[in-house]
């Protein structure tokens, strides 16, 4: 097990080293750094100090220890926008979006499971079809333009919700709806075809022999060996899940991270922009181990592969 | 096998149709604005008139010819993307899985990153620094593609290595770079057809959603995307604006994803798992 530990905090530091000097290179590749780290309107003296604290007039691999050093100790630069250290301002920003994850993970538990397990029970009838068919809308409908469909419908059309900012409990409705919608489809999908897998196994077939009632086997027996492949691909659901956050919060103007790093974009904020990069692959690292060791733990034949 | 996706052939041949012969399919420019007819709304609402279909936006541009123009950006970036994406994803796959070795365990290392963190996080770095632009954009949709491409391939290229042909290809003194290229190459294209097509949707998602965060084409140019990021101020009083390039957007992407599935069952059932 702590081999395993091990291994994946190994390959995590692996990933922040690729995206970090990945950051660091598409920031030198376009020509004077300055010009992007500084405003616009940056004096000259400013700019010479900037030349001389990154060592930008030295060999490439030394600017590459500048900048790793400031970035192992919290120092990513100055936000262009907000004028403060660009590490601060993503964080004062994070907790808005950790708010809306309960409810988006919980929303997509609740109709994820159910639907995904249904449709895998009843293949090819009805129920199948019909999520089937949600899943296929879902999928192809882009995230961002449900939100503003949702916006359309609820707030200009039947003024039940506010479409914008944070709120009271009105506003968290549709940006959780939004980005658990975004989830939904590829959750029951994954969920549909591993049950169907594992509807066909041995132990199915001997738990039915046994004469356990048929919700016991599908609900407790099933199910639980159904889940495993979703947190195999949790990584992936987590890229999504940032995606997903990006645009939604975009679309409801919430101050979180993902509306931050639109804000980056729009303002040409490269400074911040290049700290939400890193700080996200951060969070994902942490988070994907913590999910990994989990696995390890629920899941006996992974820790021994 | 199934009949052929009659519908979904055809929405995509009106898609192409209307991509190259937008300029003769509308007497409307896409560009240039005609502020004294701005925001009319379609023609069906009280206030609307024929003279514009789908009505006009905020700079009395009309939104239908937007919407043809707006085709022909998506499918010329999809095109290149898939192109550049797929292509790297391609030699990637297969000098991964051929060679095999320490080059192959380094190149699904930075598979694996990839999969882990979010390539629009990297596309949005590029448009910051890059600039706004189609190539900029196409490099930024490559990056989200290529390690998808490179993982399936790599596996039917392990496969194909046991295969007798390759190994009597050895016998007759044909050179590594020779067998990937005359060999495994063409016997890989199928799976690589099945996913370029596949991956329509999601590419033609990823343009709008980048032009929609101001990291995609950028205006005047029609894109869907952006389309409905400029009427997303308006939804209130003008909801064609951004609705409608939306339905072109789901419309569109639904109909490549069942063609995609189609073509997958019609020549390579294996992927069936994905």
Redesign the interface.
Known sequence: MQRYIVKRLFQGLLLLVIVSTIVFAVGRLTGNPVDLLLPEEASEEERQAMIEALGLDGPILEQFVVFITGAVQGDLGVSIRYRQPAVDVFFSRLPNTLMLMPGVMLLAIVMAIPLGVLSALRRGRLTDRISGTIAVLGIATPNFWLGILLIYLFSVQLGWLPSSRMGDWSHFVLPTVTLGTFLVAGFMRLIRSSMLDILDSEFVKLARIKGLSEMKVVWKHCLRNALIPVLTLWGVFMGALVTGTIVTETVYAWPGVGRLTYEAVIFRDYPLLQAVVIMDAVLILVINLVVDILYAYVDPRIRFT | MRKLPWVSILIIGGMVFAAIFAPYLTPHSPIEQTLPDKLLPPFWEATGSTKYILGTDIFGRDVLTRLLYGARVSLIVTALSLLVGGGVGLTIGIASGYIGGRLDSLLM??V??A????????A???????GQGLDTLVVAIGLLLWAGFARIIRGEVLALKQRDFVALAKVHGCSELRIMVTHILPNVMNTFMVLVTLNV?AVI?AE??LS????GIPPPTPSW?LM??E??GK??SA?WL??L??IA??MV??TF??FGDWLRDRLDPKLR?L
């Not at chain 2, 949005?124 to 890059?130: K, N, W």
């Not at chain 2, 929609?212 to 990291?215: C, E, K, S, V």
């Open positions: 290392r930075l694996d990153a999969f882990t963190f979010p390539a629009i996080l990297f949005l770095l590029l448009a910051v620094t890059m949707g998602v709008a959603s929609f965060l101001g990291a995307g409905v990021a009427g997303r939804i209130s909801w951004s609705l390039p939306g957007i789901t992407v639904l994803n069942l798992q």
